[in-house]
């Protein structure tokens, strides 16, 4: 089973910036494709953007396209979802998780919130 733990949300005002973390441990091995979800109050949960582990290749939903960029390190084994130009329907509670997602990995989450 893969655990994750996801960080570096926060409150940011329209056009403002956010790194998220996901670290990452346990049964990496069974890791093939990453991504970020997110799940707005009253809407289900969906993926935003996803990498491919091992070779890099990465997926965006049109709606944060050119301004989300995702990235992993492998040696730290951890995933990062840079967030440019944040707009208020970017709020959402944000995951981390495989593609297509492990049921048992689902983690807190961390809030981002874009409010002025």
């Known amino acids: 089973q893969v655990r994750l733990v996801e960080s570096g949300g926060g409150l940011v005002q329209p056009g403002g910036s956010l790194r998220l973390s996901c670290a990452i441990s346990?049964?990496?091995?069974?890791?093939?494709?990453m991504g970020w979800f997110r799940q707005a109050p009253g809407k289900d949960r969906e993926l935003v953007a996803a990498i491919t582990w091992s070779n890099q290749n990465t997926y965006y939903a049109d709606s944060v396209k050119n301004r989300f960029t995702i990235s992993r390190d492998v040696l730290r084994s951890t995933m990062y979802l840079d967030m440019y130009r944040l707009k208020p329907e970017d709020t959402a509670l944000y995951y981390c998780?495989?593609?297509?997602?492990?049921?048992?990995?689902w983690g807190q989450g961390t809030q981002v919130t874009v409010s002025s």
């Open positions: 998780n495989t593609n297509p997602p492990t049921q048992s990995s």
């Open positions: 346990g049964r990496t091995s069974t890791m093939y494709v």
